[in-house]
């Protein structure tokens, strides 16, 4: 696992969409795996400013997000469909059919998760994942003991998962109860990773991630394991680690 320590949240945003830019411009077809959350949206938004210069084409562009919450329509304003189009889908040329993210009102969510994974597998994996991390090491939504063989599933959201995602609802009872995420396995099968990581809130994550210890008590530990993935973290979240 490479570590590259950063000033700032701006400088952890900047290098990484730079290293996203840099693939995008160089592969003839590229599959990335996207993420939500406030770590990402700098990333999002250094994209976006670049293609408003640049013009750089997204056309050969398929993308996977993470997951979904359950319940919530696309046109919801907390869905993250509603999220990724607002910070990147509708100010780049990917075409919309190669952009993929898991329905949270599909009747029959079991199916919807088979049918997300089997397209990912069809295209050959995810080329470059990016992920974020939550406070107890989940990674897209799969919470503490979720089995590191995991394919894309129905998740319950843990309290604290929910609580740290009120701050984008009005109240705890807006918050959905279940998610459909990319499983463990999903994301570890990407041939590359950037997970991202800022401010104080990542501290322990932090050290328990750079640990090295391997347990489903702490869903990230896996990525110790994986042949080619790195953390940009800021010097906050990095002060205890
Ligand atoms: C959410 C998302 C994750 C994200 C995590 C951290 O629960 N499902 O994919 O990585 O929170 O979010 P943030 O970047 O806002 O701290």
Redesign the pocket.
């Known amino acids: 696992m490479k570590v590259i320590e950063v000033i700032s949240y701006d400088e952890m945003s900047e290098l990484a969409a730079r290293y996203f830019l840099t693939k995008i411009t160089t592969y003839p077809r590229l599959t990335l795996g996207l993420?939500?959350?406030?770590?990402?949206?700098g990333i999002y938004q250094y994209l976006v400013h670049d293609y408003d210069k640049n013009r750089t084409d997204y056309s050969h562009i398929t993308t996977f997000n993470?997951?979904e919450y359950i319940g919530l329509s696309k046109d919801h304003q907390n869905s993250?469909y509603q999220y990724m189009h607002d910070n990147l889908f509708h100010h780049v040329n990917i075409p919309p059919k190669q952009i993929h993210i898991p329905s949270g009102i599909n009747d029959n969510n079991q199916a919807e998760c088979e049918v997300y994974e089997e397209k990912i597998n069809a295209i050959g994996g995810i080329d470059l994942q990016l992920?974020?991390?939550?406070?107890n090491g989940?990674?897209?939504?799969n919470e503490p003991g979720t089995p590191f063989y995991s394919k894309t599933h129905v998740v319950n959201?843990t309290a604290s998962?929910r609580e740290?995602?009120m701050r984008f609802f009005n109240n705890i009872c807006e918050v959905p109860s279940q998610?459909i995420?990319m499983g463990i396995q999903t994301i570890f099968n990407s041939k590359e990773i950037i997970l991202?990581a800022?401010?104080q809130?990542?501290q322990h994550a932090m050290v328990q991630l750079l640990s090295g210890e391997v347990s489903e008590s702490f869903p990230a530990s896996i990525l110790n394991k994986h042949p080619n993935i790195t953390v940009i973290a800021d010097e906050e979240a990095l002060l205890l680690a």
């Not at 992920?131 to 406070?135: N, S, T």
């Not at 989940?138 to 939504?141: D, E, L, Q, R």
């Open positions: 993420a939500t959350g406030s770590s990402p949206k993470l997951d993250y992920l974020g991390i939550g406070a989940h990674i897209g939504f959201l998962t740290a995602n998610a995420t991202l800022s401010g809130t990542k």
